[in-house]
């Protein structure tokens, strides 16, 4: 099944010229541009402000030029700019976030992958959706705090790097919790968690093949977290509330793991599955996306969400993983958006990989 995603007016203005390769800076924008000027792009930087310093540091890793916003709601006011330097847009989760799904939606150039991935992302009943009717384990939901019958974990919309997010040891430790907006309750699984990396290209005609394309697991992470972490947190939970310490979730770093070998066939089966109900449910995903889950003692990955785009976890491999090693040398996720880009606008298929 072909995956069409362009307009042609979007298409035809960077099918024309070289695109310009644009991102907002943060998230992970230094390896986004690294790998664009490896490639042979040009990059383009979006910024509240004047340019961050932080990037004279990182020649390699800094973009041939900057667009400086009032804000960064205010990016859509910024198409003719946009669209004069070519650019092709490569969302991340600080992209989302800040410039929000909406605004992110409608905007008028073109977008590396499918946008419309982006409202079955943000919205955890649509995921929640997506997932189950994709076939994949997931863990228990909890209509009520009054159904928790075990740990749980309190859980908002949006790409917000794990901020508000509650745990419970019971059902009694949500009692007066007030929610500050559209969230979900989950059963706290326990096991090991693995951020999977992958990347699906439905340009590709060799690997792991997945409807018209294939299927790329480029690297693993774990998430460093502010001042929760691992099992044994859950315990110290309640000492920690009553010294006036409340237990966050907001991801500070990343470390690289590596999985047991006998369990990549288990990995590439649910990330095989999700890009297949993709297809079905909205035409499909395109680039990358990472399943984020617990392993369990039993070895059964569990998947408790989705991140529809390039995530942080890969800023530890700019120059390749353990696995995207095996792909191919020195690739990153960035350096593969941009071969992505490239191989679209040789073989005229560009339509088929931006939105």
């Known amino acids: 099944m072909g995956i069409a995603l362009s307009t042609p007016e979007r298409v035809a203005p960077v099918a024309a010229r070289l695109p310009t390769i644009t991102t907002v800076c943060s998230h992970s924008s230094l390896q986004i541009f690294h790998g664009a000027r490896v490639e042979g792009f040009r990059s383009l930087g979006i910024c509240a402000g004047a340019p961050p310093k932080y990037y004279d540091a990182f020649p390699l890793g800094r973009p041939d030029s900057f667009l400086s916003v009032p804000s960064l709601q205010e990016v859509a006011s910024q198409t003719q700019k946009l669209k004069d330097a070519t650019a092709v847009v490569v969302p991340h989760g600080s992209f989302v976030e800040y410039v929000g799904p909406e605004r992110f939606a409608e905007l008028d150039v073109p977008v590396f992958g499918n946008r419309a991935v982006i409202a079955w992302e943000s919205d955890r009943e649509k995921e929640r959706e997506w997932l189950d009717s994709a076939g994949v384990q997931m ?37 007066g919790f007030q929610p500050s907006g559209p969230h979900v309750i989950q059963e706290y699984v326990l096991g090991t968690r693995y951020y999977l990396h992958f990347f699906y290209s439905p340009l590709s005609t060799d690997g792991y093949r997945v409807g018209s394309g ?13 001042n ?28 690289p793991v590596v999985m047991r070998e006998s369990l990549l066939p288990q990995v590439f089966d ?7 109900k993709s297809i079905e449910l909205f035409g499909g995903m395109v680039g990358p996306f990472c399943v984020e889950g617990i392993m369990t003692e039993d070895l059964v990955f569990k998947v408790f969400e989705i991140s529809t ?24 996720m960035g350096r593969r958006i941009a071969l992505e880009l490239k191989r679209g606008r040789a073989e005229g298929r560009l339509q088929e990989i931006l939105s």
């Open 309 to 332: 785009r390039i995530v942080a976890g890969t800023n530890v491999y700019v120059h390749g993983s353990p696995y995207s090693d095996l792909v191919a040398p020195d690739l990153s």
């Open 139 to 175: 863990p228990r939901r909890f209509a009520t705090p009054a159904d928790v019958d075990g740990p749980a974990i309190v859980k908002y919309y949006g790409a917000k790097g794990g901020k508000g997010f509650f745990l419970a040891k019971n059902r009694e430790a949500l009692d």
């Open 228 to 255: 929760i972490d691992e099992l044994y947190k859950l315990g110290a939970h309640e000492e920690l509330l009553r010294a006036g310490i409340r237990p966050t979730f907001v991801v500070t770093g990343n470390v």
């Open 214 to 226: 294939s299927l790329e697991l480029l690297g693993m992470d774990r998430r460093d977290e502010a």
């Open 270 to 276: 649910v990330g095989a599955r999700i890009i297949e």
